[in-house]
């Protein structure tokens, strides 16, 4: 039988680890830059996002709201990303 909610909860546990794979490889990435053995995980492309110079602003007098998104990816991040799914894989 379908449960909605189980797999709603599903979805959101992949987003999450996903992301969280992202963020630490993708930081483990940009930390090694410098180390000559481990340079290669921080390759990648310049970044990509919108709004690269200024956020966008929506001011309404007493409430001011800024929205801005950059995506930095790197060859750490994608290996992240890989080894998170794997490890969700087998919980």
């Known amino acids: ?5 189980k797999t709603g909860k599903r979805v959101w546990m992949w ?3 996903v992301l969280l794979g992202l963020i ?8 090694v830059e410098n180390v ?17 110079d200024e956020p966008l602003r929506l001011s309404l007098g007493v409430i001011q709201f800024s ?3 950059t995506l930095k990816a790197n060859i750490g991040g994608a290996l992240g990303v890989i080894v998170a799914v794997i490890l969700f894989k087998r919980t």
């Open 1 to 5: 039988m379908y449960n909605k909610t």
């Open 15 to 17: 987003v999450l680890i």
């Open 24 to 31: 630490v490889g993708g930081t483990v990435g940009y930390y």
């Open 36 to 52: 000559p053995y481990l340079s290669w995980l921080s390759l990648g492309p310049d970044p990509i996002g919108l709004s690269l």
């Open 67 to 69: 929205l801005g998104l």
